[in-house]
């Protein structure tokens, strides 16, 4: 029986290896450019960000309303007081009383007021700035796009030449080693086809039985790795 001749299979395996990387590189980008999700994210947080900020302006809306009029109270019963229409010191009293009391509600919606505005500020700046991270995100993935599109144009012609070139290398290889192969790597996929080294498999370092590196040597028969199950071969 003749030796077993592994030079077509690891040309084969060479460009199995190569397939298998252009493959994933191609699912890699698909999966990239399919995958809105932190856009979409940006966008709802957006949405929520620029609600609040409307709901903070109307709220200071209404405070610097409610300040403007107990100001306007407060200057028409002032004007009042000092009109000289007011004569009795009852009456006086009284109105001292009600002016005293529209400065006490205006002091605290003077602070109520500041509060909101405050509040409206934070809200812009935040809607702002997420506005910024939303504008960020949709000009790197256009960049993504257009970069991952033309590579995968690329790996369209790419991809199938090389396929062409495995289909050229099948026939040198002899039709059961070359079933073995396929049956290995439809199993466990990768590299199955693992020379041997200093006595060990070089894909899971286990030191190999004398027996089974006799046998690699002899090269008359399929070997498999104890260990991990790949095809063993020895290179001349
Ligand atoms: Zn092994």
């Known amino acids: 029986m ?3 001749a592994f030079e077509g299979l690891q040309a084969l395996q060479q460009a199995d290896l190569q397939l298998d990387a252009l493959r994933a590189e191609a699912e890699h980008i698909e999966d990239a450019l399919a995958d809105h999700g932190e856009i979409d994210e940006a966008r709802r947080t957006l949405a929520r960000l620029t ?3 409307e709901h903070a302006h109307g709220a200071l809306r209404d405070a610097e309303l409610a300040l403007a009029s107990v100001t306007d109270q407060v200057e028409q019963k002032s004007k009042l007081l000092y009109s000289g229409t007011v004569v009795s010191s009852r009456e006086l009293e009284a109105l001292q009383a009600d002016i005293d009391q ?5 002091a605290t919606r003077e602070e109520s007021a500041l509060q909101a505005m405050v509040a409206a500020e934070e809200a812009e700046a935040a809607r702002d700035e997420q506005q910024d991270r939303l504008d960020a995100l949709t000009t790197s993935f256009a960049a993504k796009q257009e970069e991952g599109g033309a590579r995968l144009q690329e790996l369209a012609t790419e991809i199938p030449l090389r396929e062409r070139e495995r289909e050229a290398l099948l026939s040198q290889n002899d039709p059961v080693l070359l079933a ?3 049956s290995l790597r439809a199993r466990v996929g ?3 086809l693992v020379a041997v080294s200093q006595g060990r ?3 899971c370092h286990i030191t190999l039985p004398d027996t089974l590196l006799r046998q690699t040597q002899h090269s008359e028969k399929v070997v498999f790795c104890d260990s991990c199950g790949r095809m ?5």
Not at 102 to 106: A, G, I, S
Not at 232 to 236: D, N, S, V
């Open 102 to 106: 529209l400065m006490q509600q205006r």
């Open 2 to 4: 003749p030796p077993l």
């Open 201 to 203: 498999c070089t894909f």
């Open 180 to 182: 073995t192969y396929n």
């Open 232 to 236: 063993l071969f020895a290179p001349r």
């Open 51 to 53: 609600a609040t900020h």
């Open 190 to 192: 990768g590299r199955v």
